[in-house]
């Protein structure tokens, strides 16, 4: 069964297909309890791709959309996924007000919207993405997504309650290839992160599940420091 540290880390599924992914989820499900299905698996499969991860027993979604669009498709997308069975999808904070609370409101009490601030492949200043959260946040969504670099202004800014979902996750001296915005899951969890978002660490490394646990180790020392 995970373990605490496990309980924090998504497992990205950036992969074009279900039969180049699954293999990924059997063999991570049982030291991780996340996974991120984002444009390409989805575009590729559909639901059916959140269909192939929650077969695996304890296994949840993050779906990682980033919906923009007028409120009223907004909200209807979120009430479509409330039926597919994730535990969580992001919207683009830049939508507005209006688009959020569309999305917080279709989604319902149990579904956790993550407002996407800015992505970690592009320069953002601590002040821009502290202000987006709080826009997240008055319109109802139940967090963000932001890098390790703004996670301790966000909490500071927002409070305990308000979930953060932390992407460009590297190893130290790991090539950050796209990313700009990069840190270590440690320094992620420490600065307040919920959940961190990894990929290639993992994926690329000669032991995938050894690498999982590696990170799993890293965020439970960070947890308890």
Same mark, same amino acid.
């Given at each position: 069964?995970?373990?605490?540290?496990?309980?924090?880390?998504?497992?990205?599924?950036?992969?074009?297909?279900?039969?180049?992914?699954?293999?990924?989820?059997?063999? %991570? /499900?049982?030291?991780?309890?996340?996974?991120?299905? *984002?444009?390409?698996?989805? #575009?590729?499969?559909?639901?059916? +791709? &959140? $269909?192939?991860?929650?077969?695996?027993?304890?296994?949840?979604?993050?779906?990682?959309?980033?919906?923009?669009?007028?409120?009223?498709?907004?909200?209807?997308?979120?009430?479509?996924?409330?039926?597919?069975?994730?535990?969580?999808?992001?919207?683009?904070?830049?939508?507005?007000?209006?688009?959020?609370?569309?999305?917080?409101?279709?989604?319902?009490?149990?579904?956790?919207?993550?407002?996407?601030?800015?992505?970690?492949?592009?320069?953002?200043?601590?002040?821009?993405?502290?202000? %987006? /959260?709080?826009?997240?946040?008055?319109?109802?969504? *139940?967090?963000?997504?932001? #890098?390790?670099?703004?996670?301790? +202004? &966000? $909490?500071?800014?927002?409070?305990?309650?308000?979930?953060?979902?932390?992407?460009?996750?590297?190893?130290?001296?790991?090539?950050?290839?796209?990313?700009?915005?990069?840190?270590?899951?440690?320094?992620?969890?420490?600065?307040?992160?919920?959940?961190?978002?990894?990929?290639?660490?993992?994926?690329?490394?000669?032991?995938?599940?050894?690498?999982?646990?590696?990170?799993?180790?890293?965020?439970?020392?960070?947890?308890?420091?």
């Amino acid at each position: 069964m995970p373990g605490a540290g496990q309980g924090h880390l998504i497992f990205a599924l950036d992969l074009p297909s279900l039969e180049q992914s699954e293999p990924w989820v059997a063999r %991570l /499900a049982p030291h991780l309890r996340l996974f991120k299905v *984002g444009l390409e698996l989805f #575009s590729s499969a559909g639901p059916d +791709a &959140v $269909r192939m991860v929650t077969r695996h027993e304890g296994a949840g979604v993050f779906l990682d959309l980033k919906l923009h669009d007028i409120p009223t498709q907004v909200g209807r997308a979120a009430r479509a996924l409330r039926a597919v069975g994730v535990n969580m999808f992001t919207v683009h904070a830049q939508g507005g007000e209006e688009m959020l609370r569309a999305a917080a409101r279709e989604a319902g009490p149990n579904l956790l919207v993550l407002a996407v601030t800015r992505l970690t492949s592009q320069p953002a200043g601590v002040e821009e993405v502290v202000e %987006l /959260a709080r826009l997240a946040q008055v319109s109802g969504c *139940g967090g963000v997504v932001c #890098s390790g670099s703004e996670a301790a +202004a &966000v $909490r500071k800014a927002l409070g305990s309650e308000f979930r953060i979902v932390c992407p460009g996750i590297r190893t130290p001296g790991s090539d950050r290839g796209d990313q700009v915005r990069t840190v270590t899951a440690y320094d992620a969890i420490r600065a307040g992160a919920d959940y961190i978002v990894v990929g290639r660490p993992i994926r690329d490394a000669a032991d995938p599940v050894e690498a999982a646990r590696a990170i799993s180790d890293e965020i439970t020392r960070a947890l308890a420091s």
